[in-house]
């Protein structure tokens, strides 16, 4: 059975789990980050920016904090072996991946996440 999915739908979807429709709580940027899997730091600011954008009233501090102090946050290399700021708890299953270049998760379903090899297998 195929679902047809308005675009719109979609789109909005999309934006909403990124937290890109309704800002986070103040208290919930680590939770955010940890969301959408994620935030690019190729730039300077795209990490601030990002997380900014996502979350009401930043506090300026929070990145540095959670990166130097708390070590909740790790900036590293990850998808696409580009510099992103990742919950520090992500850091090794994300470094992880199996043949198939699906992310360990733990605590997520990985056999639902297994896609047929060629010609229908496994991969």
């Known amino acids: 059975m195929t679902l047809e999915v308005p675009l719109r739908t979609a789109a909005l979807f999309t934006l909403s789990r990124h937290h890109l429709l309704e800002r986070a709580p103040r208290d919930q940027a ?18 601030q920016l990002s997380l900014w954008n996502r979350v009401s009233d930043l506090d300026t501090a929070f990145i540095p904090r959670a990166l130097h102090v708390e070590r909740s946050l790790v ?9 992103h700021v990742i919950p520090a708890k992500e ?8 043949v198939d270049g699906v ?16 010609g229908g297998e496994g991969g």
Do not use: C, F, S, Y
């Not at 900036?75 to 510099?83: C, F, G, H, I, P």
């Not at 850091?91 to 199996?98: I, T």
């Not at 992310?103 to 060629?118: I, N, Y």
């Open 30 to 47: 680590l939770d955010v980050v940890d969301d959408i899997l994620g935030l690019n730091a190729q730039g300077a600011l795209n990490v």
């Open 75 to 83: 900036k590293t290399w990850v998808m696409r072996n580009t510099v």
């Open 91 to 98: 850091g090794e299953p994300l470094r992880r991946h199996d």
């Open 103 to 118: 992310p360990h998760h733990p605590g997520r379903d990985e056999a639902a996440l297994h896609v047929a090899g060629p």
